[in-house]
Nanobody, 127 residues
Framework: QLQVVQSGGGLVQSGGSLRLSCTGS????????IGWFRQAPGKEREGVSC????????DYADSVKGRFTVSRDTAENTVYLQMNNLKPDDTAVYYC????????????????????WGQGTQVTVSS
């Protein structure tokens, strides 16, 4: 059973950058579709970005397009979320999530089903 461990996050000023990491244990992440989500206090969870299994196909929420970049490092078995030009509205707990897709390349979806979740990491952007 895959487990994913998150790192990164923290406090940054508006306009700053942070990078989040999502590292898989045992199983190779490139067989999984990986999604990034966030949840701010009092708000519903929002899909932020995702990356397809076995390909570089990616998707982003409109609110982060042009500012956030998702990438995969196969050697490190890690998926990254690079967040630039951060805004106070980006403040939330961020989660990575995964779902097994095996040997068939599968497109990702921000509103897709994910069944393995990271522990979450706080991102706070001050104005």
């Amino acid at each position: 059973q895959l487990q994913v461990v998150q790192s990164g996050g923290g406090l940054v000023q508006s306009g700053g950058s942070l990078r989040l990491s999502c590292t898989g244990s045992r199983n190779r992440l490139y067989y999984y579709v990986i999604g990034w989500f966030r949840q701010a206090p009092g708000k519903e969870r929002e899909g932020v970005s995702c990356i397809s299994s076995l390909s570089d196909e990616k998707d982003y929420a409109d609110s982060v397009k042009g500012r956030f970049t998702v990438s995969r490092d196969t050697a490190e078995n890690t998926v990254y979320l690079q967040m630039n030009n951060l805004k106070p509205d980006d403040t939330a707990v961020y989660y990575c999530a995964a779902i097994w897709r095996g040997a068939t390349p599968t497109s990702c979806a921000l509103n897709g089903r994910y069944d393995v979740w990271g522990q979450g990491t706080q991102v706070t952007v001050s104005s």
